[in-house]
C-alpha cells in the first residue's frame, strides 16, 4: 500500500519559498528566492513571458510556475507571439494570476 502525501498548508509552503523569513521587497540582507520574486510580481498583478522574467532573474520560468502551482496557487497562461532573435518570431507563454489566485498569492507573501 501506498501512503498519500496530504496537501501542506499555505504556511509550510510560504517557508519552503520564503527560507529565513525573506519576502520580497523586505529590506534584509537575505534575497528572495526566485520562486518569492516571480510569486510577488504575479501577486501584483503583473504577467511575464520568459523574456520579462529574464530580466528579473528567472531563466527558467515555466519551472518556476510548475513550482509555484505545486503551492496551491494556479496561474493562468497563454501562448502569443513575440520578436525573438534577429526579429525572428517566437512563441511563448505568457503567466498570470486570477483575481482569487493573486489574494492567494499576496496572503501567502504575507505569511512569509
Not at 509552503?13 to 523586505?26: I, L, M, S, T
Not at 501562448?79 to 526579429?87: A, F, K, R
Request: glycine share 8%; proline share 4%.
Amino acid at each position: 500500500m501506498s501512503k498519500e502525501k496530504a496537501a501542506p498548508s499555505g504556511g509550510q509552503e510560504a517557508a519552503k519559498v520564503f527560507p529565513g523569513n525573506q519576502r520580497p521587497h523586505h529590506n534584509t540582507t537575505h534575497r528572495p528566492t526566485k520562486q518569492a520574486r516571480i510569486l510577488a510580481e504575479f501577486a501584483d498583478g503583473r504577467s511575464l513571458n520568459r523574456f520579462e522574467a529574464e530580466r528579473i532573474g528567472d531563466h527558467c520560468l515555466h519551472s518556476t510556475v510548475a513550482k509555484i502551482e505545486r503551492m496551491g496557487i494556479n496561474v493562468s497562461r497563454h501562448i502569443e507571439t513575440v520578436p525573438g532573435y534577429d526579429g525572428h518570431k517566437t512563441r511563448v507563454c505568457r503567466y498570470w494570476l486570477d483575481n482569487d489566485n493573486r489574494e492567494r498569492a499576496a496572503a501567502m507573501l504575507a505569511l512569509a
